[in-house]
């Protein structure tokens, strides 16, 4: 399981423990990962990820997993998020175009 978020594509990243003495040792800045359980509207299920915490933050900001989904570009998201995204924005195309055509 590699440290990189799913949503935003946050990862560790590397740098220097520096001691009092000026030593310099190579070490990981890991990601503040979480893995939780994020509610899609349009599909009507709950999805399992492991994410950030700021991602987290920017979900909710967002006004949840599908406007953030449809909102974020392609490249940063893991293939499970990119598998999801085209599955929200297949239902809600789905979605709008059904009750124009009922009105009609």
Known sequence: MSARCELTGKMAQS???V???NN???RRFLP???SVSLMSDSLGRSV???I???ALRSVEHAGGLDAFLLKSKRAALSPK???LQTQVAKHTQAASATPAAQTE
């Open 48 to 50: 399992r990820m492991r």
């Open 32 to 34: 503040n990962l979480a």
């Open 24 to 26: 310099k040792t190579r």
């Open 19 to 21: 001691s009092h003495a």
């Open 81 to 83: 998020a990119q598998r």
């Open 52 to 54: 950030s915490i700021h």
């Open 15 to 17: 740098g220097n423990r």
